[in-house]
């Protein structure tokens, strides 16, 4: 009989041994997990950046604190100084030392505000000025992109009324008489012209005469007839051997100045003729008339080269450029035509609709003077066109118009009875002019430079041609 006890613990014992057994096998088929490493820890965020105030020195002027400003200078003085913040940041309250004076800002300056301070001056001025040291943030309580630019010295000038308060002075214009007066026309004479070596002078009349004068002692020389109608205009030819006149019966006539024989007519013109002139290089004429119309004249032979008539009101002077390339006249209407010899038109020059009545480049080619009915004139740039100045002081008419060789004068003449004397700089005419010819009776028709510059001719309706000296510049 088998024990039941004894049985139990064997059967107990198996099922121990049959675990056992299990668990070795089961430790040898699970591979061990090895833990992961550690995560790298978290890097800090970066810092933001600090915005930054930077105070600057704006402006610093002195001002006077009278309420009439036009009242003389009595004191006291105010010194005004502008701060501003040019930085990122916000400026907190600060200190500002301006000479031995203190003055705070006492709120925030945002960036781009500005301050303005008004401190009354102190210390001495020295030659009608004073010295102003302004020191901001003059304590450092503000920290700044740029402690650099905190202090300035100036040295101020006092002020002074503005030019409103100024009474305008009256210009000293010296009034000039003449040297000589050539008398012998028994009409007004309507031109004038010197020859180009100076010795001789031209003049055509109302009385139909053409005369020729010595410069040097004011005597007549010739008396020259053959037009039947007033002469308006004459020239001389470069070389002083011909003169050219031309008429109100439309005929443009060459003279001989050695013996004074007439040489040829030339007919075209539909009315008066109003102005012409010699080429430079003297192989042509030009000329300008009532009629509309410009003209272009061989002087060899007499024989028309071209007419302009393209939509031009009444022509009233004309000129060639001093280079001969280019032409230029004024008309009626207030206009200035600028013309290549070529036919290029290049300016139409028009600022009123008052008459342009004479007109004269200057010597280098580069200015264009333009005179006109209500007594101002208008200087004008050849390259661009452009109006560089509007001058007025003849009360009347501008009716001629002469530079001097050297290109330091401009004389006009005008209807007022006065010839005008002007500083020219080479690119401006002086505001005012320095001398004022007096002594014609009647308007003045024409104006001429003597070739060396030290004399002005005029002729005038009074029937007399007057000599005018000419100061050295």
Not at 84 to 107: C, L
Not at 385 to 395: D, I, R, S, T
Request: negative net charge; proline residues 7%; contains cysteine.
């Amino acid at each position: 009989m088998i024990n039941k006890k004894a049985s139990n613990c064997h059967l107990f014992g198996m099922v121990m041994a049959l675990f056992v057994l299990m668990l070795t096998a089961c430790k040898t088929d699970i591979t061990p997990v090895i833990p992961s490493s550690t995560p790298p820890a978290t890097l800090p965020p970066t810092s933001t950046p600090t915005l930054l105030p930077d105070l600057a020195i704006q402006n610093i002027t002195i001002q006077s604190d009278t309420l009439d400003i036009c009242s003389p200078f009595n004191g006291p003085l105010e010194i005004v100084v502008e701060i501003v913040n040019r930085g990122q940041g916000n400026a907190k309250p600060f200190a500002i030392q301006i000479n031995a004076s203190w003055q705070t800002i006492d709120t925030w300056l945002l960036p781009g505000q500005t301050a303005t301070l008004y401190v009354p001056t102190e210390g001495a001025t020295q030659n009608n000025s004073i010295k102003v040291l302004v020191r901001v943030d003059a304590t450092n309580q503000v920290d700044e992109s740029d402690e650099d630019n905190n202090q300035r010295e100036q040295q101020l000038p006092l002020p002074t009324p503005p030019p409103e308060c100024l009474q305008t002075p009256t210009p000293a214009i010296i009034e000039q008489s003449s040297i000589f007066t050539l008398k012998g026309h028994t009409a007004k004479i309507w031109s004038v012209d010197f020859s180009p070596d100076g010795s001789l002078l031209a003049s055509g009349s109302v009385d139909d005469t053409l005369r020729l004068w010595r410069v040097k002692d004011g005597s007549l020389l010739r008396t020259m007839h053959g037009h039947p109608f007033p002469i308006l205009t004459l020239n001389y030819s470069p070389s002083g051997a011909l003169l050219a006149t031309g008429s109100t019966d439309g005929l443009l006539r060459i003279w001989r100045v050695s013996d004074g024989s007439l040489m040829r007519t030339m007919q075209g013109h539909a009315g008066w003729i109003t102005d012409l002139a010699f080429s430079p290089d003297e192989k042509q004429i030009v000329s300008c008339s009532e009629d509309f119309t410009v003209r272009l004249w061989r002087v060899s032979d007499g024989r028309p080269v071209q007419t302009i008539d393209e939509g031009m009101t009444t022509l009233t002077s004309i000129s060639f450029s001093p280079d001969g390339n280019k032409l230029a006249w004024t008309e009626a209407d207030g206009s200035v035509r600028l013309r290549s010899l070529s036919g290029v038109w290049l300016h139409r020059l028009k600022a009123t609709t008052l008459a342009a009545t004479s007109l004269v480049f200057s010597p280098d080619g580069s200015r264009l003077v333009s005179g006109y009915a209500d007594g101002t004139m208008r200087v004008w740039d050849i390259k661009d066109g452009a109006l560089l100045q509007v001058l007025k002081n003849h009360a009347t008419a501008i009716t001629g118009l002469a530079f001097s060789p050297n290109g330091e004068w401009l004389v006009s003449a005008s209807h007022d009875a006065t010839v005008r004397l002007w500083v020219f700089d080479g690119e401006n005419i002086q505001n005012l002019p320095v001398l004022i010819f007096v002594g014609h009776t009647g308007p003045v028709q024409s104006v001429a430079f003597s070739p060396q510059g030290e004399l002005v001719a005029s002729a005038s309706d009074d029937a007399t041609i007057r000599l005018w000296p000419v100061p050295e510049q």
